[in-house]
């Protein structure tokens, strides 16, 4: 068997030995193994220390991926021209309507212009939308007044949903 630190060659003899008998390597290995011992642990501690705040912002980088990957190709939404910087532009803004955050018809691809700098653009984003999904769908996202707040597993189950979306595109 080889050393897993020096990498030379030696003869096991004791039960799980990974390291040859010198002391240099036998103190390396028990460090290496103390390293990823507190890794583990620290990423144990980090998880257990998550607010749903935390949860929530997790989900929206996966979403928002999602959101760029799906209309890869297509134009901004509101102005329809190619997109320099895609941003996954809310038609319902998350403050005005929370539950239609996680809505796929709500989101789609928007240029960092017209997302940011005009505030959504929002009677062109209306325009399209309607060509896009049709006014009654549009009609729909604009009656909603429901509130949807999310548990914590909630929101890692959809940031799997997410995830998994993401592998498939």
């Known amino acids: 068997m080889r050393c897993k630190i020096c990498r030379s060659k030696f003869e096991v003899k004791y039960f799980l030995q990974k390291t040859c008998l010198n002391p240099k390597c036998i103190i390396e290995w028990n460090r290496k193994v103390k ?20 949860y929530l912002k997790e989900l929206q980088v996966v979403f928002n991926k999602f959101i760029r990957l799906r209309d890869k190709g297509n134009n901004c939404i509101s102005c329809n021209n ?8 809310h038609y319902r803004s998350v403050g005005s309507s929370p539950g239609l955050r996680f809505n796929e018809l709500n989101v789609h691809l928007q240029c960092e212009y017209c997302n940011t700098y005009k505030h959504g653009n929002l009677i062109n984003y209306r325009v399209n939308l309607i060509n896009k999904i049709g006014l009654d769908k549009v009609e729909e996202l ?28």
């Not at 190619?82 to 532009?89: D, H, I, L, T, Y």
């Not at 604009?142 to 995830?163: D, F, P």
């Open 142 to 169: 604009e009656s909603y007044i429901g509130l949807n707040k999310l548990s914590i597993t909630e929101l890692k189950e959809l940031k799997q949903v997410y995830k998994n979306k993401i592998k498939e595109l």
């Open 35 to 54: 390293a990823t011992k507190w890794k583990k642990e620290k990423t144990i501690l980090k998880e257990s220390l998550k607010t749903q705040g935390d």
């Open 82 to 89: 190619p997109c320099k910087k895609e941003n996954a532009g």
